[in-house]
T-cell receptor
Framework: DAGVIQSPRHEVTEMGQEVTLRCKPI?????LFWYRQTMMRGLELLIY????????DSGMPEDRFSAKMPNASFSTLKIQPSEPRDSAVYFC???????????FGSGTRLTVV | GDSVTQMEGPVTLSEEAFLTINCTYT??????LFWYVQYPGEGLQLLLK?????DKGSNKGFEATYRKETTSFHLEKGSVQVSDSAVYFC???????????FGKGTKLSVIP
């Protein structure tokens, strides 16, 4: 199993530009989570999906953030327009319920200049 | 307050020293509990877990026992190595059954 696959690994963009982060969960997992990690705030849950349906997006910081899961094997997190304070490492994780814990991807390090 | 409270770091130990990282949780019932490890530049990896009270999770020489009476899940290792240098996160279910809440992480540095 290739694990949870995120792309790109690194993204540098200018303020105001649109950024799209991608995630492929582990096949058979029915939950998908997007987290953001910063030194100041630690690990924050942004949104999670169950069977491709968004369940809780209360962690999404602003309307500039949106996430979709069009099918069981793909999810995107979009920031439009991006701002320097969005700079962070964004992780995607998936799980089969909670019985085995989450499997995290390697993350996307986003830098907005 | 936080549903997972974790000992703050950073923690610096000499090689072969004993490690304890404290973690307490607040939850209803008896949820599964987890420890994750994050090595520099990588994502979080599941280190060990316990699914019911009095269970002991173990992996790579690390252990943690699910103590329902103290609502704790402290991480221990008898003899740390330089390669154990990483950030360790305790996790337990939050308000929703399928949402893990993570502690703030404890950075461990092991020096030769």
């Amino acid at each position: 199993d290739a694990g949870v696959i995120q792309s790109p690994r690194h993204e540098v963009t200018e303020m105001g530009q649109e950024v799209t982060l991608r995630c492929k969960p582990i096949s058979g997992h029915d939950y998908l989570f997007w987290y953001r990690q910063t030194m100041m705030r630690g690990l924050e849950l942004l949104i999670y999906f169950n069977n491709n349906v968004p369940i809780d997006d209360s962690g999404m910081p602003e309307d500039r953030f949106s996430a979709k899961m069009p099918n069981a094997s793909f999810s995107t997190l979009k920031i439009q327009p991006s701002e320097p304070r969005d700079s962070a490492v964004y992780f995607c994780a998936s799980s089969y319920r909670q019985l085995t814990g989450y499997t995290f991807g390697s993350g996307t390090r986003l830098t907005v200049v | 307050g936080d549903s997972v409270t974790q000992m703050e770091g950073p923690v610096t130990l000499s090689e072969e020293a004993f490690l304890t990282i404290n973690c307490t949780y607040t939850a209803t019932g008896y949820p599964s509990l987890f420890w994750y490890v994050q090595y520099p530049g990588e994502g979080l990896q599941l280190l060990l877990k316990a699914t019911k009270a009095d269970d002991k999770g173990s992996n790579k020489g690390f252990e943690a026992t699910y103590r329902k009476e103290t609502t704790s899940f402290h991480l221990e290792k008898g003899s740390v190595q330089v390669s154990d240098s990483a950030v360790y996160f305790c996790a337990a279910p939050g308000a929703g059954s399928y949402q893990l809440t993570f502690g703030k992480g404890t950075k461990l540095s092991v020096i030769p």
